[in-house]
């Protein structure tokens, strides 16, 4: 059993930060409130710092002690719970890299011999200073050296703190653990695939400590998975990387060119852009695939990662953390009510601002909630937008899954479960649509339980609310709970006196305003006057404006705000950061375009190399049809999700080609402009300018027109598929056999009688002979006795002349087909 900091430190009266500081100070290695001590390590707490138990009215806390003597409890570590010491978990690390190059060393007597790549890229960081350092840090609570004596026997010792005597007798007990365990295994080494591209694999050259013959040898059991995968394996070439860590850039680094990266993102559902930053967890993934052990190192750390970066950082003041209010988004299927949910938040805020007045859209909007601020991401909900949508997650603090309580989990509840997860972003859960006739929360906790996310009261750790967007109902309770996880999550900060840096939420082209882009600042305070760069685009700063539209004179951290004076709309999702002033940023910008350039042209150089599969590939290419659009949406990163999602509409006979996008309605220049691609105008949530439909119909430009994406994108199939040759099938519709033969003129009639369906004129004939088809014409003559008919029906005789046939037997059989044309699938 186990109890969460964040209870227990109501229990005792004591701040969530204080207890876990002083949990951390007595060797805990607790993340954040939510994280769970044992209930030992809780009694003893209690113990110390809450009302003495004379003070309290019940007898149940010293039944408990007397249930639960320390003692009885030693072997036992709380479920989910991480109660081991720093010290042991350092022992522990060390342990089991002795261990493996124990197990190297007996398994390859003769290492290779690392050899520099000449062929390929080598990779870009050498062993450095700081990785040595890594490997062999001693434990911080150890005093400078790693203890090398063996465990003693568990004892309980009344002469300290209890919380003491249970973490440290949870370590001496492992073995016990471990032999109860038969899953423990230690990890694996990491062998990186024999793919193209990542460099080979070296032994790391920096020593590794002795092997110590009297520490205890057991692996580690209760191991917190990401130490696990951390661990660079012995052939894995260390690598030291900067936070954020931005996919251009790291892709260099690991020896891959980023359109490959990007792909692999891709492949990983990932849709990132060359300047997009990405989660340190996938980037480890993504090293680790590639051969190289990952060391992020985030700002203010010391490390190796460059020594430019690291000359300059030396220089700038430590960065000076506070709390920030949480970056929300809402993720959820469709229809399950997310922006009536945010529409309702929005609402409710605003009548009870002060400023009360008419909220602008800018992408992302800040609300008050008990005096603290919560700045919520309008994220748009359907599966077309999963590119915004995993972007969206991985700039936020916390992610409201909103679950319709009459529906259930769905496939984009799971799919945006998952984006939360890959970013590590905690989850709280908004019940919604409690008012719906088939509301049933139970199937909804049943599932979260199912799904890892274990409500509260459950025993779990996810924070959820039963609301009611549509009735306004439990508002209050959402907005409460992602306090209450913002409050546990310790990531939540930053330094509004450092460096700004930001991400894009959306961008667009405002009459009169020029390029605007809307972002929520991440570190720093961005004022009027400073110079921006984000990737191929430069700023400096005109306006700010806030979610009310007001102009503003600052934005600090997790503040929404728009941005006046891109020199073009940035992409959503990417990063930017502060430059010296306009020149820099436009000369940063100018280096970026070029580098795109050059990796499009090596693109291309590598696609014109090739096989003769690519040649097939690429006649085949020519072959197929190609629909070509123009995409407009009301705002940028709309448009480059709706692009996406069309580029994304899967077929073998046609390719969708988007010629260009744009943000704002239709206008006569996009007409004229799609009239010469031979493009079809693609509009999502725009207007089309006056007088433009009647230019479109005169130059023959169609025009496809949605507010709903899934119709918008169904239109576009359906127009698509217009595009293709019909396929022809033929339908049986009827069938005489010959009774007798007559000469009429110069020809031969076939007298029959209509076994089955229909005969009609004109319609395609097979004549069958014993079972094989002998002729294969049309009807050219249908005759009831003298006259010509169109169509004889079954049970009645007729005369029967094939086109171009006169062979005719009795007992052949006629049958009769149409041909259908079927629309075809794309
Ligand atoms: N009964 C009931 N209906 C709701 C509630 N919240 C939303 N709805 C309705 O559910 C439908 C979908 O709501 P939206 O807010 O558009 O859902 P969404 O998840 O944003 O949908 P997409 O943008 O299409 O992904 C609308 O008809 C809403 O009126 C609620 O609490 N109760």
């Not at 209690?46 to 010293?62: I, M, Q, V």
């Not at 667009?508 to 990737?535: D, F, H, N, W, Y």
């Amino acid at each position: 059993m186990s109890v969460r900091i964040y209870q227990l430190s109501k229990e005792i009266g004591m701040e969530n930060a204080e207890l876990i500081a002083l949990l951390k100070e007595r060797g805990y290695e607790v993340k954040s409130a939510s994280s769970t001590v044992d209930n030992i390590s809780a009694e003893s707490l209690r113990e110390e710092f809450g009302p003495k138990p004379e003070e309290s009215e019940g007898a149940a806390p010293e039944e408990e002690k007397a249930e639960a003597p320390p003692v009885e409890v030693k072997i036992v570590p709380p479920s989910g719970a991480i109660v081991r010491s720093k010290e042991d978990i350092e022992r522990e690390r060390r342990e089991r890299e002795e261990e493996e190059e124990a197990k190297r060393k007996a398994e390859a007597p003769a290492p290779p011999v690392p050899a520099p790549n000449p062929g390929k890229t080598p990779p870009p960081l050498p062993r450095s200073p700081g990785v040595i350092r890594r490997t062999v840090t001693p434990s911080p609570l150890s005093g400078g050296t790693t203890p090398k004596v063996a465990p003693k026997a568990p004892i309980l010792r009344t002469d300290l703190p209890k919380q003491e005597v249970s973490a440290k007798e949870v370590a001496e007990e492992k073995p016990t653990i471990a032999a109860s365990a038969p899953t423990t295994k230690s990890p694996p080494p990491i062998v990186p695939p024999a793919k193209k591209g990542p460099p080979p694999i070296a032994p790391p050259s920096f020593s590794k400590p002795e092997p110590e013959a009297a520490v205890d040898e057991t692996p580690s059991e209760e191991a917190p998975v990401e130490e696990v995968e951390s661990e660079p394996a012995d052939n894995l070439i260390p690598l030291q990387v900067r936070s954020p860590i931005v996919v251009r850039d790291f892709a260099l680094q690991i020896g891959r060119k980023p359109f490959q990266l990007i792909s692999e993102l891709m492949e990983m559902s990932i849709f990132a852009s060359m300047n997009s930053s990405i989660e340190e967890d996938v980037a480890q993934r993504l090293a680790k695939i590639h051969g190289f052990a990952l060391e992020v190192r985030h700002r203010g750390e010391g490390g190796a990662a460059g020594e430019a970066e690291k000359v300059v950082e030396e220089k700038k003041p430590a960065r000076e953390m506070v709390p920030r209010p949480p970056v929300v988004c809402i993720l959820g299927h469709v229809d399950h009510g997310k922006t009536t949910l945010l529409d309702t938040i929005r609402k409710a805020n605003v009548v009870s601002s002060e400023a009360g007045g008419i909220t602008q859209h800018i992408g992302a909007y800040q609300v008050t909630h008990k005096d603290k601020l919560i700045t919520f991401i309008d994220t748009p909900g359907h599966a077309a937008f999963s590119n915004m949508r995993a972007r969206g997650a991985r700039t936020t603090d916390i992610a409201v899954l909103v679950v319709a309580a009459d529906d259930g989990f769905m496939p984009q509840t799971d799919e945006a479960l998952g984006h939360a997860r890959v970013s590590k972003v905690p989850v709280v859960v908004a019940i919604n649509k409690m008012d719906a006739p088939g509301a049933n929360v139970d199937k909804v906790l049943r599932q979260m339980q199912e799904r890892d996310l274990a409500p509260e009261d459950w025993g779990g750790e996810t924070l959820y609310a039963k609301v009611s967007a549509l009735k306004g109902e439990g508002i209050e309770d959402i907005l409460e709970a992602i306090v209450l996880q913002a409050d546990v999550t310790e990531t939540i900060v930053a330094d509004p006196k450092g460096e700004v840096e930001g991400v894009i939420v959306e961008a667009q082209k405002e009459l009169g305003r020029g390029s605007t882009a809307s972002a929520i600042i991440q570190q720093g305070t961005l004022k009027p006057g400073m110079a921006l760069v984000c990737g191929e685009n430069y700023c400096r700063v005109r306006q700010l404006i806030n979610d009310k539209g007001e102009q503003i004179k600052e934005a600090g951290p997790s503040s929404p705000v728009k941005i006046v004076g891109w020199s073009g709309p940035p992409d959503a999702g990417d990063f930017f950061k502060v430059v010296k002033n306009e020149r820099e940023a436009k000369k940063h910008a100018e280096a970026n375009e070029l580098d795109r350039k050059k990796l499009e042209a090596t693109q291309l150089q590598e696609r014109g190399s090739t096989s003769v599969d690519d040649l097939f590939a690429a006649i085949e290419k020519t072959q197929k049809k190609s629909f070509t659009v123009l995409v407009k949406a009301d705002v940028y990163g709309t448009a480059e999700a709706l692009a996406t999602s069309l580029q994304s509409i899967k077929s073998e006979k046609i390719d969708l080609e988007v010629v260009d996008m744009g943000v704002g309605d239709i206008t006569r220049n996009d007409v004229l402009m799609s009239s010469a691609a031979k493009a079809t105008i693609i509009g999502f949530n725009v207007g089309i300018e006056n007088g433009v439909t009647s230019v479109a119909k005169h130059h023959g430009v169609n025009l496809i027109q949605h507010n709903i994406i899934y119709e918008l994108i169904t239109q576009v199939k359906d127009a698509m598929t217009d595009m293709l040759d019909p396929e022809l099938r033929e339908n049986k519709i009827g069938a005489a056999e010959i009774r007798q033969v007559f000469p009429v003129g110069k020809g031969v009639v076939a007298g029959c009688m209509v076994t089955e369906g229909r005969i009609q004129r004109d319609s395609i004939a097979r004549l069958v002979r014993g079972g094989e088809v002998v002729a294969e014409s049309k009807i050219s003559t249908l005759k009831r006795f003298k006259d010509d008919v169109t169509e004889v029906r079954a049970g009645y005789e007729c005369g029967i002349q094939i086109d171009g046939y006169n062979a005719y037997e009795e007992k052949d059989i006629i049958e009769v087909f149409e041909i259908l044309k079927i629309k075809p699938d794309l």
